[in-house]
């Protein structure tokens, strides 16, 4: 008998063909439950919906696909919605054409001037639960909401966003970071554990307020130490205006490694051995195919359909990429179809166009692909391709350009069968896309800075004394040493420290007094010491260096060592994201203006290393750093300590002296 979605498949195919209505974005999600019907792509024009009230209100074109989702501005009532299906770089303009008031487009600057919106709320609770994500069962996952990845938290450029996060897991306490938002004048709620609050305890709730200043986007993770590689991660966007046109917007694509364990215990494992863990599977959007390999199996196998979207010729779809991934940079392709890039992380850029694109670890793109392949494929269908980057990944399986097949293109929504196509040409050596590609729509001109920091350089060293590092592996580190801070004791409750501490030490502490100077910082990458022998499971690598608080200015990046005679500094509209890849052996000099005081994290998005020590605190004129909650930080970390000491022994004490688990905790970040 024919299923019941097999069924309204072929009614609303045949329909769609007699009454030559399009058949936009007919779609299944990866569990197989039937989906609405979209609207036809060309009525973008046309959801600016009656202003009921007099203000906008109106549904974004880049929109969710299952749901009702509207952009309000009560605060504006002399402006109206502005784009359009071949012009989405307008977002609101002036009702009155001769008005003086600002037009809200892809020139506005965002780090000054957004559109006042509403508040978004959103209620996210961590669980433990067993996950099948490529087939196999693991039993350690830690998730919001039961579901992995989480759930899409939404806003429109303007809004206020509100998430009260509810902590379920029996024997360890959490943070959540949203990547790469700005949280200006507001480093209390960039959630870093040890950095700028406790960690909130079992049982405990705490609530994260922050504005959508920029848009595109993002994702949102635990950075409680290896929590997200164990599936604390979710995808975050906020709505705005698009430098490149398209029709229909596709809902947020995470791409990421996983394994079939948790982190932690990979990690307890790694320690034993010397050596990091490796990785077990591919994933888009939590789904994924297992391959064996010598050193794993699967547990309790359940099948498991790989991420399917469906296409219709001629239509122009925007993707949002997110690599989310615990230890992998990956070359994302769809077979027989071009990419054109309009967005790296939150910044808009002048468009381009390959045949793939390289996505390093925390980094986002919005590409748009157009339906009209350039390769014929015999059945209609097309892989899509993520493909570890040479140099940037750890598996078990050798993955391949012909093996790292995770989701499927249908132009026919009836068909079933695997695609027979073929691997567009493309390059997987790990770098960041083409330095001169990444050109911003809004202009930056970097000045010489007023300061300069110490030269940064990675590099592996021997720590083996407690108490910061009771355990005998090799750490990295990023500045004087390995970082290791005291959950119970945030930077942001404790700027008068001794300037002699353990965690002064491992700062950059800015002295400006203008929001108009700079700060360069000259990172390296070092060739890594023979350590113990250890340097052989350690070998020389590539960091993606990410920044808390800021944009920067990517000023040099060099796969060559650093040689002042030699470097050349693009100070005029330089590349600008918060994710940037350190080569090996090479250089990175990022600039950033000193206009957001506060207490931000630089840090390897490379789970394992960041775990290790491979971060540092810019301190950031903390003398003009505001605190808005003291009262709750101060309230979650007591609740924190009072769990830590009395609970945590009570309930959560390992079975096994060599055993971390149930209370996880390497102090990273």
Partial sequence: MVGFDTFCAYLLYFFNLLTNTPFNQFTFNVQSSFQKVLPNPSSFADNHKPLVQNYPIFDPPNAPEDQSFTCEYPELPEYEPCFGNDDQGCWLRPKDKNSDLRVYNISTDYENFYPQGITRRYNLTITNESLWADGCENSESKVFNKQYPGPWIEACWGDDIEVTVTNLLPCNGTTVHWHGLRQLHNAENDGVNAVTQCPIAPGDSYTYKFKALQYGSSWYHSHYSLQYPDGLAGPLTIHGPA???????????????????????????????????????????????FYPSSDDSCINPKPVKVYTRYFQKGVRYLLRLINTSVDTSFVFSIDGHSLTVIQSDFVPIKNYTNSSILIGIGQRYHVIVEA??????????????????????????????????????????????????????????CSDETYSSLEPILPWTVPEPVEISPELEVSLVSTDSPPYFPDNL?????????????????????????????????????????????????????????????????????????????????????????????VVIKRDNPPRRDVALLPAGGYLIIAFKLDNPGIWLMHCHIAWHASSGLAMQILENVDRMKIHNRTGLETTCKNWNQWFNIGRLQHCLPTDPNDTYPFQDDSGI
């Fill in 243 to 289: 430098s490149g046109a398209y029709d229909h917007a596709i809902d947020p694509i995470l791409m990421t490694d996983w394994n079939h364990r948790s982190a932690f215990q990979d990690w307890s494992y790694s320690i034993l051995s010397n050596r990091l863990p490796r990785m077990t599977s591919i994933l888009l959007n939590g789904k994924g195919k």
């Fill in 372 to 429: 009209s392949p350039t390769e014929p494929s015999l059945d209609g269908n097309y892989w899509i391709r993520t493909v570890p980057a040479t140099g940037c990944q750890g598996f078990r399986t050798q993955y391949t350009v012909e093996n790292s097949t995770t989701g499927i293109i249908r132009y026919d929504p009836l068909s079933t069968s695997d695609p027979t196509s073929k691997p567009n040409q493309f390059d997987i050596k």
């Fill in 474 to 566: 090799a750490r990295w580190k990023l500045h004087k040493a390995p970082m290791w801070l005291n959950f119970s004791a945030p930077t942001i409750l404790n700027i008068a420290e001794d300037p002699s501490s353990w965690a002064a030490e491992l700062s950059v502490n800015t002295t400006a007094s203008s929001n108009n100077e700079w700060i360069e910082i000259l990172i390296s990458g070092a060739d890594l010491p023979q350590i113990n022998d250890t340097a052989a499971a350690f070998p020389t690598l590539a960091h993606p260096i990410h920044l808390h608080g800021h944009d920067f200015a990517l000023l040099a990046q060099s796969e060559q060592p650093y040689n002042e005679a030699t």
